[in-house]
């Protein structure tokens, strides 16, 4: 599973990093940056996983796989 974003859709609003700190990380102005592309195994990091993407009102992140 991947977490994939689209950084020309980011707007900043940083919604992104709070359910999953340890995949997202925000620059100096707020945008997101993937600290983890490979999202790890199990359930309960697929679930962050989808809530940080479910999140953006722009969808700018994706989970793919």
Same mark, same amino acid.
């Given at each position: ?12 609003? *940083?919604? &992104? ?9 925000l620059?100096?102005?707020?945008? !997101? ?8 195994? *199990?359930?309960? !990091? !697929?679930?962050?996983?989808?809530? &940080?993407?479910?999140? &953006? ?7 793919? *796989?």
């Amino acid at each position: 599973m991947k977490l994939l974003l689209d950084s020309t859709r980011c707007q900043g609003y *940083g919604l &992104c990093q709070e359910p999953a700190p340890d995949l997202v990380e925000l620059d100096e102005w707020g945008y !997101a940056k993937i600290i983890a592309l490979v999202v790890p195994s *199990g359930p309960e !990091a !697929a679930a962050r996983a989808r809530a &940080c993407a479910e999140s &953006c009102p722009n969808s700018a992140l994706r989970v793919e *796989g």
